[in-house]
């Protein structure tokens, strides 16, 4: 029996991972059943047509992973309608992706080079499809940057940092129809990470499907019916709309995931359907995914506890807190379903930012006084707030990595948070801070009593609830405590103003670092920044709004980020980190509380292949990315 390319590629791959030795030339392909019709039909070409000449073969040699069957739909329950976009973070088909131990590896590539740090080689695999059949190749990367990085009407503050390197763009070359390559005067580390993340940087788009929005290439009467049917404010608003891809609104749009939207929203039902020409197959070379289907069910994020409760979702994580936890345990047995003990992967489960570019001048020298920080610290009784919040089941430290990170050490972990209310009183004495007032609180220089008001975004209720202990702790120290919720989007905008004094969030996403990892969050480079905005506004702007860093220490990391972002090697890299970590944590630039905290994990009971342990994070792991929910399957 003859092979063909793709039959071939297949088997030698399986050889390659020593896996199943009778496949062979008998080892036919077993279309999934939900597609068998199409493909009898001669809608859909068979699955060794459909797959690429080299698809990628998810190795279960290392894992707990067994070949699973074709069938079922898997239902998930969302807050709200933007949540479709845990799809594309879930999903995680990605040019490069991180595996299972953080390492950066191809996927949607077959391969890719490095030269120097800032040449980068990117190879396809030929013969991989768009969900709709169309070819993926080099031009669907030269119709990005051509005609929407560098147009000024889709691109108007040019292309993604990403793609920038000491604030230059690279060379972009099509070497021929699956290889491309870009070339940057300087090392550009940030690349790949880019291309890895859980909102990962799209240098490709389906130029087939998009052109018809372009003004390059569509007829400009259709064109402008589109534009005025859809009531957008010009062809531009159109491409960006209509070409979305972390976000997949638009049904109509090719995807290179392993499923697809086929709903047009608004609904409260989101459909995502098998991708056929999907590019991964397990070690038997059937094609991914085994799940036939996957349903977002949109409602309330705050009935999503109760839901997963009565059953009526099969895999959960999302909108689950650890204070579920004994909720979700009772129905177990009953509704069939079972709770996993994961880990949260963020380096503090809550933190507290001061907000060093706060308005108020009396408050900012002291947000910008590190031995207040240090104070402020010193003054929580974290041990009672694991307690409390988590039933000591979390850990106290500061807002560093987690052990599980190869830049973990114990002095990050411990900087500055052993509760000692003597020597954080007398800190405040040292800076001046001794007068008090009859209700001995403390009074600030100008004679103003000492009130922080702590504000967040009102998603947590943990986090209300450490506030109201929080507030105890401090009174012992002379300071009074407030707190103020608000919505996400008014909040943010009231720290880059310098309105907000102090936020409660979750800690930084940087508990499973790498040495490759970006360490953007341990310096001022964005607005979004709630402990220095106006700081990480100039950076992002280079200099053309906000202001630059003051501290010494916050200047030192941002030239250590500088440094990241031109090295050239893990050495370099390494290091670098680990000065940056020892600096946030002894200038405590933010004040972790907890961290590795219990994150509930709602499974169905027949749903195979979802690890038993795990952490739950946005980076790097894209929450259930890294763990390929394509390889999930229903048990009968």
């Excluded at 007068?435 to 000492?450: F, S």
């Excluded at 749903?607 to 790097?620: H, K, V």
């Amino acid at each position: 029996m003859s092979l063909n390319i793709k039959q071939f590629a297949i088997l030698t791959f399986v050889a390659a991972f020593s896996l199943s030795a009778s496949i062979g030339a008998q080892a036919a392909l077993k279309e999934p059943p939900v597609l068998a019709p199409l493909v009898e039909s001669g809608k859909l070409p068979p699955m060794e047509e459909r797959l690429p000449d080299n698809p990628l073969v998810v190795d279960f040699k290392d894992s707990d992973k067994s070949i699973g069957r074709y069938c079922c739909t898997l239902e998930m329950l969302m807050g709200k309608s933007k949540d479709i976009r845990m799809m594309t973070v879930y999903g995680y088909a990605r040019l490069i992706g991180f595996d299972s131990n953080y390492q950066l590896k191809p996927d949607i590539l077959e391969k890719f080079e490095s030269e120097e740090g800032r040449i980068f080689t990117l190879h396809l695999r030929k013969g991989h499809k768009w969900s709709d059949g169309h070819p993926f190749t080099a031009e669907d990367f030269r119709y990005y940057w051509e005609d929407v990085a560098m147009n000024e009407d889709l691109s108007g503050s040019g292309p993604p940092q990403v793609l920038l390197s000491n604030g230059k763009p690279p060379k972009f070359e099509v070497i021929d129809d699956y290889t491309v390559r870009y070339t940057w005067e300087d090392p550009n580390p940030a690349f790949p990470l880019g291309l890895a993340g859980p909102s990962p940087a799209y240098i490709y788009k389906p130029a087939h499907y998009m052109k018809q929005f372009h003004m390059s290439y569509a007829d400009p009467e259709k064109l402008q019916k589109i534009v005025e049917d859809g009531e957008y404010r010009n062809w531009g608003a159109v491409h960006t709309r209509l070409g979305r891809q972390y976000r997949p609104e638009n049904p109509e749009m090719p995807s290179l995931q392993p499923w697809q939207n086929t709903t047009k929203g608004p609904s409260k039902r989101f459909e995502f359907t098998r991708n056929p020409y999907y590019h991964r197959v397990d070690p038997n070379g059937q094609q991914l995914p085994y799940i036939d289907e996957v349903v977002l069910l949109m409602g309330s994020s705050d009935l999503v506890a109760t839901k997963s409760g009565s059953g009526e979702t099969d895999l959960q994580a999302r909108y689950l807190r650890f204070d579920d936890y004994t909720f979700l345990k009772q129905g177990e047995d009953e509704q069939g379903y079972k709770v996993l003990t994961w880990r949260a992967g963020v380096a503090s489960q809550i933190s507290l930012y001061p907000n060093l570019n706060v308005q108020d001048p009396v408050w900012r020298d002291l947000f910008q006084n590190v031995n207040f920080r240090r104070a402020l610290s010193l003054g929580l009784n974290r041990h009672e707030l694991n307690e409390q919040l988590f039933f000591g089941l979390a850990k106290v430290g500061g807002d560093t990595v987690l052990e599980e990170s190869p830049l973990y050490k114990e002095e990050y972990a411990t900087a500055w948070t052993e509760n000692d209310f003597e020597q954080a009183n007398k800190m405040l004495d040292e800076l001046g801070l001794d007068k008090r007032g009859e209700d001995n609180v403390r009074l600030l220089p100008d004679g103003r009593p000492m009130e922080i008001i702590v504000e967040s975004a009102g998603e947590s209720l943990e986090q209300a609830d450490a506030l109201e202990l929080i507030r105890y702790h401090w009174e012992e120290l002379g300071i009074k405590t407030f707190t103020r919720v608000l919505q996400r989007d008014i909040h943010r905008r009231r720290f880059l103003t310098g309105e907000t004094m102090m936020t409660i969030s979750k800690g930084m996403n940087i508990g499973l670092a790498t040495p490759d990892l970006n360490p953007e969050e341990l310096a001022p480079v964005s607005p979004a920044q709630p402990n220095w905005p106006v700081w990480g506004q100039y950076t992002q702007t280079g200099g053309k709004a906000g202001e630059p860093p003051s501290l010494p220490s916050a200047k030192r990391l941002l030239e250590l980020y500088l440094d990241w972002r031109k090295s050239t090697n893990n050495a370099e890299r390494e290091a670098i980190w680990s000065e940056m970590l020892e600096i946030y944590s002894q200038e405590v630039f933010s004040i972790g509380i907890a961290r590795g905290a219990i994150q509930p994990v709602v499974v169905n009971s027949k749903l195979r292949n979802l690890p038993e342990t795990g952490i739950y994070s946005w980076s790097p792991s894209a929450f259930f990315g890294v763990y390929r929910p394509d390889t999930f399957w229903f048990a009968e």
